[in-house]
């Protein structure tokens, strides 16, 4: 019971919107007559509230491997529509009024999200890194060509398959995230390409193996090794970037079905 009021108390934060939804919760509950929307918004509330602190509901999540994302049943709650329709009951006809004051409670009460070091302005409508779209571009695979492979350092790999799955990668975000659930080993490429020097002559008959086509290297992580002596040429600098041909690795064709016209004659 412990673990579970700790996850909700990280999921609360230092915010008080979770404290205004219970208040809200508890006034819906003693006020509101109306069948539908005490279902919709009061009584599925409060049974997703009680499943969740509920120890029973904990274990059978951690049994099905969903314990490290239990916090994700609180996404259930339809907070924001409860404490709106909460304010607007308790102001009944002066709605303008409340309006405002609801307003003023929600604001003085919360936090900008913007003020997170997490946030940053987005530099185009795919909200990823302008390097990552130039990169793809640079190596994406022509009409008749079947999906390219290619390495990317660890600080792009997520954003990869926002843009496009026409570039593929030998490992995703398992090899960044730990996770019991998961059980994932080390992808052997993954391990090279995480090291503070990369080694590409340890690094080369691996993107072979993998049938990578390219190799993204980050111009800040030295590396070892001569790239055209392992057979990798470079093609592009872009930005904070350099990109790599393995040449011992040939980009496909797509296979086309053999047209045919009529009938087979008997």
Request: charged fraction near 20%.
């Amino acid at each position: 019971m412990k673990e579970i009021v700790t996850i909700f108390q990280n999921y609360c934060g230092s915010g008080w919107y979770p404290v205004l939804f219970l208040a809200a919760l508890l006034y819906l509950l003693v006020t509101e007559k109306k069948k539908q929307i005490r279902v919709v918004l009061v009584e599925s509330s409060l049974v997703i509230t009680v499943l969740f602190f509920l120890p029973f509901t904990k274990t059978i999540m951690n049994l099905l491997g969903e314990g490290e994302t239990y916090y994700r049943i609180l996404w259930l709650l339809p907070m924001a529509v409860v404490i709106a329709y909460a304010g607007l009951r308790l102001f009944g006809k002066h709605y303008r009024i409340g309006f405002v004051v609801l307003a003023l409670v929600l604001v003085l009460t919360g936090k900008s999200v913007y003020d997170s070091p997490y946030l940053s302005k987005a530099q185009n409508r795919y909200h990823i890194p302008n390097s990552v779209i130039a990169i793809c571009n640079e190596i994406m695979p022509a009409e008749e060509e079947e999906r390219v492979w290619a390495v990317f350092p660890q600080e792009l790999i997520y954003y990869v398959r926002q843009y496009t799955s026409e570039v593929q990668m030998p490992y995703g975000r398992e090899m960044l995230e730990a996770s019991w659930e998961w059980n994932w080993d080390t992808h052997p490429i993954y391990k090279i390409m995480r090291e503070d020097t990369i080694d590409l002559d340890a690094l080369s008959p691996l993107l072979t193996e993998y049938n990578c086509q390219y190799l993204i290297l980050n111009k800040s992580v030295p590396y070892t090794g001569d790239p055209q002596k392992n057979g990798l040429t470079k093609i592009a600098d872009i930005e904070a970037y350099e990109l790599y041909r393995n040449e011992a690795v040939e980009i496909a064709k797509k296979k086309t079905a053999p047209v045919t016209c009529g009938n087979p004659v008997a």
